[in-house]
């Protein structure tokens, strides 16, 4: 088993800074992507950014990049992103998710952490 454990989140004004971390205990985790999703009210899901464990590739999406940058620690078995230049699109319930590399969907969720950037 996985758990993850988002914190970070909050309230910021336009233009501000966040910096979202998952803690990741159970299984090791060298062969899994980490994911970063949001959810706004009334609004689907969608992915924010990935890393893979191991390698650290990254992926972020398209509304996100040069804004945006995911990042790994390892040794201390988190992950992160950093959100730079938020804007009110941003405001979301944010997740952190793990899946095994050949795995199709995402099978390990965290609570979700809330983030909200006012005008």
């Known amino acids: 088993q996985v758990q993850l454990v988002e914190s970070g989140g909050g309230l910021v004004q336009d233009g501000g800074s966040l910096r979202l971390s998952c803690v990741v205990s159970?299984?090791?985790?060298?062969?899994?992507?980490m994911g970063w999703f949001r959810q706004a009210p009334g609004k689907e899901r969608e992915s924010v950014a990935a890393i893979a464990w191991s390698g650290g590739s990254t992926i972020h999406l398209d509304s996100v990049k040069g804004r945006f940058t995911v990042s790994a620690d390892y040794m201390q078995r988190t992950v992160y992103l950093q959100m730079n230049n938020l804007k009110p699109e941003d405001t979301a319930l944010y997740y952190c998710?793990?899946?095994?590399?050949?795995?199709?969907?995402?099978?390990?969720w965290g609570q979700g952490i809330q983030v909200t950037v006012s005008s």
């Open positions: 159970g299984r090791t985790l060298s062969n899994y992507i």
């Open positions: 998710a793990a899946r095994f590399l050949s795995a199709g969907s995402y099978e390990y």
